[in-house]
C-alpha cells in the first residue's frame, strides 16, 4: 500500500510561473520529508526538505510547505525555469533509516 | 568525490537467467539501500544495510532476489531466475546516519534491466 501519494503524474508551466507540486501521505508516523530531484538517466539528487516541527521551509526558488493535520506537503517553484523540467519525488520517513518514496510528478517548464 | 556508483548501467538478459547489480557507496557512508524504479510504483524500497547489516528486507519482492554487503564499500542485488516482470531501473543509495535530524540519500545512476 502505497504511504506516498503523488497524484498528479505530471505538470506543464510556462517559464516565470510558479509549480505547484503535491504530495499526500497517510502514515501520521512521518516526521521528516523530503523532495528529490530526477533527470533522465541519472539518480535522484535531494532538492529541499521539512522536518514536521515546521509548516513551511525555503531555498531559493523552492519553497516546501507541509499541513500535518491533512497530511499534505507541497513544493513551489518560483519562477520556473526550463532547466527546473524533471520528475519530482516526495519522500518521507518516520525516524527510521528508509524512506518511503512517491510515485513522482514529471514537470516539463516550456520555455 | 566519486558518489555512489553502481555497474552495469544497462544489463539485457533472458528469462531464467542470473543477474547480478554491484553498488559501491560513498565512502564513510554507513547505510546503503537498494530501490526499484517503476512506473507503477515510483521508488520501491528493497533493502537497507546499517553498517553492513541488513536491517530491513521487506521490500524484497521474492526468493529470486537477494543481496549482500560483505564489507562497506561493496554490496550486489542478485535475480536468480531473472523473469519479464523484474524490468525495471534499479537504484543503490547511501547515507550517513545518524545524522542531525537529515535523512538526505544519495543515489547511483541506476542500472536499468531488461528480462527478455
Known amino acids: 500500500d502505497q504511504q506516498v501519494k503523488q497524484n498528479s503524474p505530471s505538470l506543464s508551466v510556462q517559464e516565470g510561473r510558479i509549480s505547484i507540486l503535491n504530495c499526500d501521505y497517510t502514515?501520521?508516523?512521518?516526521?521528516?520529508f523530503l523532495w528529490y530531484k530526477k533527470y533522465p538517466a541519472e539518480g535522484p539528487t535531494f532538492l529541499i526538505s521539512?522536518?514536521?516541527?515546521?509548516d513551511k521551509n525555503e531555498d531559493g526558488r523552492f519553497t516546501v510547505f507541509l499541513n500535518k493535520s491533512a497530511k499534505h506537503l507541497s513544493l513551489h517553484i518560483v519562477p520556473s525555469q526550463p532547466g527546473d523540467s524533471a520528475v519530482y519525488f516526495c519522500?518521507?520517513?518516520?525516524?527510521?533509516?528508509?524512506?518511503?518514496f512517491g510515485t513522482g510528478t514529471r514537470l516539463t517548464v516550456i520555455p | 568525490d566519486a558518489g555512489v556508483i553502481q555497474s552495469p548501467r544497462h544489463e539485457v538478459t533472458e528469462m531464467g537467467q542470473e543477474v547480478t547489480l554491484r553498488c559501491k557507496p560513498i565512502s564513510g557512508h554507513n547505510s546503503l539501500f537498494w530501490y526499484r524504479q517503476t512506473m507503477m510504483r515510483g521508488l520501491e524500497l528493497l533493502i537497507y544495510?546499517?553498517?553492513?547489516?541488513?536491517?530491513?528486507d521487506s521490500g524484497m519482492p521474492e526468493d529470486r532476489f537477494s543481496a549482500k554487503m560483505p564489507n562497506a564499500s561493496f554490496s550486489t542485488l542478485k535475480i536468480q531466475p531473472s523473469e519479464p516482470r523484474d524490468s525495471a531501473v534499479y537504484f543503490c543509495a547511501s547515507s550517513l546516519v545518524p545524522l542531525a535530524g537529515d535523512h538526505e540519500q544519495f543515489f547511483g545512476p541506476g542500472t536499468r534491466l531488461t528480462v527478455l
Open positions: 521539512i522536518s514536521s516541527i515546521k
Open positions: 502514515n501520521s508516523m512521518f516526521d521528516y
Open positions: 519522500a518521507a520517513s518516520s525516524g527510521a533509516n528508509n524512506l518511503f
Open positions: 544495510f546499517n553498517n553492513n547489516v541488513p536491517i530491513d
